[in-house]
C-alpha cells in the first residue's frame, strides 16, 4: 500500500511538472512570437536632477503588448527570457529601439547635456560575445553621443565572474558609453570591488529609498550610499521616488538623481514627447 501511494504521488507529481513545463513552453513560444511579430514596447521613465527638477534622461522600460492579456510587465515575462536565451535577441532589439528614440529626441529637443538613455542588460546578454559589436552598431546606426548611452548591470552580474566582467566592462567604458550599477545595496559584497569596476553610477535601490518616508532607521542607508558614491565620484540615481518627503531629503543629502513615481511613472513615447515639450516647468524643484 505504502508502495502503490507513493507511485500515485509520483505520478500526480509528473503530471503536475508536465503541466507546468507545457506552459512554460507556451509561454516560451508565444514570447518568441512576440519579438518577431512586433509585441515588445519600450516605455520610458523620466529621471530628473534633483538641484533643479529638470529631466536629464530616461530608463527604458520593456512591456509586452499581449493581443489578449494587454500590456504584460517585464516581471511577467523577463525571467523566462532569461531561462531560454529569448534575453539575448529581445535585449538586442531594445537597445536597438532605445537608441533610435534617443536620437530622435536629443535632436527635438536640444540641451547643454544631451538627453541620456538608460537600457537594462541582463546578465546572459552581457556575458553575449556579440555585446560589444552590437554596442558599436548601434551607437554608429542612431549616430547618439556614446556618453549618452547607459546601460544597467546588476551587483550579482558583476559579482558571477568579476575578472571577465571588469574586462567586458572596459570594452565598453572605453567606447565613452556609461555603466550604472542597478538595484545597488540589494546585492552581496560588491563594496569590496566597486572600485575596481569602471563604474560610473549607481542606482540606489527603491527599498531603501521607501525607508525614507516610513521613517525606519534604514533610511540612512540612502544617505551612506549617496556619500559612497560622491567618495568614488560616480553620479547617484534614487530609484522608486514616490513623495516629495523622499525627493526633498534626497536634494538635502545632495544624490544628484531621481526617479519615481513622484516625478513620472514609465511612459510611452507619445507621452514623453508631451512631456518634454512642456519641461522643465513640469517639475519643479521640491521647496526648502
Ligand atoms: P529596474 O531596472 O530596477 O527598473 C525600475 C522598476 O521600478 C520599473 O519596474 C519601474 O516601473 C519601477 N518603478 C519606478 N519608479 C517607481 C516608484 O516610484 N514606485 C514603484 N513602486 N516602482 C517604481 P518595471 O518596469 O516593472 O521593470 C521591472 C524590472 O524588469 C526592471 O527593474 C528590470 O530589472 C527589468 N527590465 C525592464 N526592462 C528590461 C529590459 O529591457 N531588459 C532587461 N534585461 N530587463 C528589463
Ligand atoms: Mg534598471
Ligand atoms: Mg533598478
Ligand atoms: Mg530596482
Known amino acids: ?77 523577463i525571467p523566462l527570457a532569461e531561462e531560454s536565451g529569448l534575453i539575448v535577441p529581445m535585449g538586442r532589439w531594445a537597445l536597438r529601439e532605445a537608441a533610435r528614440q534617443a536620437a530622435c529626441w536629443q535632436a527635438r529637443f536640444p540641451r547643454p547635456q544631451p538627453l541620456f538613455i538608460s537600457v537594462n542588460v541582463s546578465s546572459r546578454q552581457f556575458r553575449d560575445d556579440d555585446l560589444v559589436g552590437l554596442v558599436r552598431e548601434v551607437l554608429a546606426e542612431s549616430g547618439i553621443a556614446p556618453s549618452s548611452l547607459k546601460l544597467e548591470l546588476t551587483e550579482s552580474l558583476l559579482m558571477e565572474d568579476p575578472d571577465r566582467c571588469r574586462e567586458r566592462m572596459m570594452e565598453i567604458r572605453a567606447m565613452d558609453v556609461r555603466l550604472s550599477i542597478d538595484d545597488f545595496g540589494t546585492g552581496y559584497s560588491s563594496l569590496a570591488y566597486l572600485h575596481r569596476f569602471p563604474v560610473d553610477t549607481l542606482k540606489i535601490d527603491r527599498s531603501f529609498v521607501r525607508a525614507i518616508s516610513s521613517g525606519e532607521s534604514n533610511a540612512a542607508i540612502v544617505q551612506v550610499i549617496a556619500t559612497l558614491a560622491s567618495i568614488l565620484q560616480l553620479d547617484a540615481v534614487a530609484e522608486g521616488v514616490e513623495t516629495a518627503e523622499e525627493a526633498g531629503f534626497l536634494q538635502d543629502i545632495r544624490c544628484k538623481y531621481a526617479q519615481g513615481f513622484h516625478f513620472a511613472r514609465p511612459t510611452p513615447p507619445e507621452g514623453i514627447e508631451r512631456l518634454l515639450a512642456e519641461c522643465p516647468a513640469r517639475y519643479a524643484a521640491p521647496a526648502g
Open 1 to 77: 500500500r505504502a508502495k502503490s501511494g507513493g507511485r500515485a504521488r509520483i505520478d500526480l507529481f509528473d503530471a503536475n511538472l508536465r503541466r507546468q513545463a507545457m506552459a512554460v513552453m507556451r509561454t516560451e513560444a508565444e514570447l518568441r512570437a512576440a519579438l518577431e511579430q512586433g509585441q515588445l514596447r519600450l516605455h520610458y521613465q523620466p529621471i530628473v536632477t534633483l538641484e533643479d527638477g529638470a529631466v536629464a534622461g530616461f530608463e527604458a522600460l520593456m512591456r509586452w503588448e499581449h493581443p489578449e492579456r494587454g500590456l504584460v510587465p517585464p516581471g511577467d515575462f
